[in-house]
C-alpha cells in the first residue's frame, strides 16, 4: 500500500544534498588550487636549484671544437659550461705543443699532448703547482709504490734531478717510504694497472719532467669547483681497509653534517673565500686544503698534519708545530680553544698507544728474525700477511678513526683487530720456534 511522503522530510533531503555537493566542489577547487601551488612551488624550488648553465662554446667555430663536437661530443660538452672556457681558454692552450716537445703526438697539422702535463697547468696554476709538489700527492706518492730503486729504474735518465726534488719534499727524509711496495712487485703490472697504479700514479714523474697528474681530483674537462671540492672525490683513493678515510668520513659528526644537509652547502664559492656560512661543516678540502676563515689556501695536502699516520710508527712530521697552528686555525671557525686543546691532546695519546702496540708486535717476531726462521721472500706464508695487516691495516685504521672522529674504526677495524693479529702472531711464533727446536 502506497505511503504519503513528508514535505518536511524532502526539503531536509534536498539540503542536505545541496551541502554535500557544494562541499565537494569545494574540496575539489581547494585540492585543485593546492595541486597548483604545489607545482608552481616545485617549478621554482627546480629552477633555484638548476639554473640555466651557460655553454661558453655554444657558437664556437674554433676549429678543435667543431670537430671534436662530431668526435668526442661529451668532451666539448663539459668543457663548454667550465670556467675555463668562460675564461676563453682555447683548447690549445692545453694541449698544443711543439713538435719535438716530450710526449707529443702528430694531430690535424699540429702537435698535442693527449693528457695535459702539470707543466700546461703550471702556466695558470704557478702557486698551485709549487704547493702540490711540495705534498703528499707528489713524488712521495708514486715512490711509496716504486720505492727510489724504483724511480731509478723507470726514469734513469733524469733520476738524480727527480731525487733531489724528492730530498726537497719534507717527507722525502722519511726512511720507510722510499722502500719498493712488495706486493707491488709481486701483483705485476697486469693488476697494478687498475689497483696501485690509479691512485699513486697522482705523483708520477711526466716526460717533460713535471710531476703528477691535476686530472686526479680535477676531472676532465668541466674542472667542477664542486667535484673537486666533495668528499666522493676523494674516497676514489682514499678507501678501504688500509686508509678508510671515506668511510671513517660518514660515520663521524662531520660526514653526517655533510650527509644531511651538503645539498645546501654553497660548492661553487670563489676559492680563498670560504666561512662557516658557505660550509657550516668540515669536508676533506676544507680541513685539509681549502681557504676556511684565517687559513689559506693550499694544494699540499700534508701541510695542516702533525703525524706521519701512514707509517708502521708514526713520528711526527717536520715542521708540525706549524702545521697544528694552520690546522686549527680551521677548527677553530667552529670549536673552542677547549675542545680542540683535549681533542689533539686525547688524539696524540691514542697515536702513541698504537705505536705500542706496533712495536710490540715487532719484538713478537724479533726471534724468527734473528734465528733465520722467516724467509726473505715478502709474502710467501701466513706469518708475513698477519704481521703486515696488523699495522697496515688495523694500526693505521684505528690512528685515522681517531684523528676523523670514527668511533667504529678505532674499535672493531681497529684496536680489536690489532690485538686479535698479535696473539695470532704469538701463536705463529711459537710454534715456528718450536718446530726449528725439533
Not at 168 to 176: L, M, R, T
Not at 189 to 213: E, K, M, W, Y
Not at 281 to 292: D, P, V
Amino acid at each position: 500500500m502506497a505511503t504519503e511522503s513528508n514535505p518536511d522530510e524532502s526539503r531536509n533531503l534536498i539540503q542536505t544534498t545541496r551541502v554535500l555537493v557544494i562541499g565537494l566542489a569545494i574540496v575539489i577547487v581547494v585540492l585543485g588550487l593546492a595541486l597548483i601551488m604545489v607545482g608552481i612551488g616545485q617549478s621554482l624550488i627546480q629552477t633555484a636549484v638548476l639554473p640555466e648553465r651557460v655553454n661558453a662554446l655554444a657558437n664556437s667555430d674554433d676549429e678543435c671544437v667543431v670537430c671534436h663536437k662530431r668526435t668526442t661530443p661529451g668532451i666539448v660538452e663539459q668543457y663548454g659550461h667550465s670556467t675555463m672556457a668562460a675564461a676563453e681558454v682555447a683548447c690549445q692552450n692545453c694541449h698544443e705543443v711543439k713538435a719535438d716537445y716530450p710526449g707529443s703526438v702528430a694531430h690535424e697539422g699540429t702537435y698535442v699532448l693527449g693528457s695535459p702535463t702539470t707543466a700546461m697547468c703550471e702556466k695558470c696554476h704557478t702557486t698551485e703547482v709549487a704547493q702540490f709538489n711540495q705534498s703528499r700527492h707528489s713524488l712521495p706518492a708514486y715512490i711509496a709504490m716504486w720505492g727510489v730503486d724504483g724511480l731509478q729504474e723507470q726514469h734513469s735518465e733524469n733520476f738524480e734531478d727527480l731525487l733531489a726534488m724528492y730530498e726537497a719534499i719534507p717527507e722525502g727524509s722519511f726512511n720507510p717510504d722510499q722502500m719498493r711496495n712488495a706486493l707491488f712487485v709481486i701483483e705485476g703490472p697486469d693488476v697494478t694497472r687498475f689497483a696501485c697504479q690509479d691512485c699513486h700514479n697522482v705523483g708520477r714523474p711526466n716526460l717533460d719532467g713535471s710531476i703528477g697528474q691535476c686530472q686526479k681530483c680535477h676531472l676532465r674537462h668541466e674542472f667542477s669547483l664542486e667535484q673537486a671540492r666533495k668528499p666522493e672525490t676523494c674516497n676514489h683513493c682514499h678507501i678501504g681497509p688500509d686508509h678508510p678515510q671515506w668511510e671513517i668520513y660518514q660515520e663521524s659528526p662531520h660526514g653526517i653534517a655533510y650527509a644531511t644537509g651538503g645539498h645546501n652547502w654553497h660548492w661553487e664559492a670563489e676559492a680563498g673565500t670560504l666561512t662557516v656560512q658557505d660550509f657550516p661543516a668540515a669536508t676533506c678540502a676544507i680541513c685539509h686544503m681549502s681557504g676556511f676563515g684565517t687559513a689559506s689556501t693550499t694544494h699540499d695536502v700534508g701541510d695542516r698534519l702533525t703525524w706521519y699516520l701512514f707509517a708502521p710508527i708514526s713520528e711526527h712530521r717536520p715542521g708540525w708545530q706549524d702545521n697544528k697552528v694552520r690546522m686549527q686555525a680551521v677548527c677553530q671557525e667552529c670549536h673552542n680553544r677547549e675542545f680542540i686543546d683535549t681533542f689533539y691532546t686525547d688524539a696524540d695519546k691514542l697515536t702513541e698507544a698504537i705505536n705500542t702496540w706496533v712495536i710490540e708486535s715487532d719484538e713478537i717476531v724479533a726471534p724468527l728474525k734473528e734465528k733465520g726462521l722467516l724467509t726473505a721472500q715478502p709474502f710467501d706464508e701466513p706469518i708475513d700477511f698477519t704481521y703486515f695487516n696488523l699495522w697496515h691495516h688495523w694500526g693505521r685504521t684505528a690512528k685515522f678513526g681517531a684523528w676523523m672522529q670514527g668511533p667504529d674504526y678505532v674499535q672493531w677495524h681497529g684496536a680489536y683487530e690489532i690485538l686479535h693479529d698479535m696473539a695470532e702472531l704469538r701463536t705463529m711464533t711459537t710454534e715456528k720456534l718450536k718446530q726449528a727446536s725439533e
